[in-house]
């Protein structure tokens, strides 16, 4: 599935909502390769959060 820059989406276990920056690649020795999202939080201001791909569609879904 393709996550788009600038979508929102909400966490499925608290109900905040968070902006995709956008899509990148882990390039840690041990997870070289492995495609991850990284979004910000508006109750969370000046961070940056970043998370496997999979793990991610797993814990959010899309804001209508």
């Known amino acids: 599935m393709e996550i788009k820059n600038n979508s929102f989406w909400i966490n499925n276990k608290n109900g905040r909502i968070y902006q995709v920056v956008q899509e990148a690649i882990d390039c840690?020795?041990?997870r070289?390769?492995?495609?991850?999202?990284?979004?910000?939080?508006?109750y969370a201001p000046g961070k940056l959060f970043v998370r496997e791909k999979n793990e991610f569609l797993n814990k959010f879904h899309i804001k209508d």
Do not use: M, Q, S
């Open 28 to 30: 840690t020795n041990e």
């Open 32 to 42: 070289d390769g492995l495609a991850v999202v990284a979004y910000t939080c508006e």
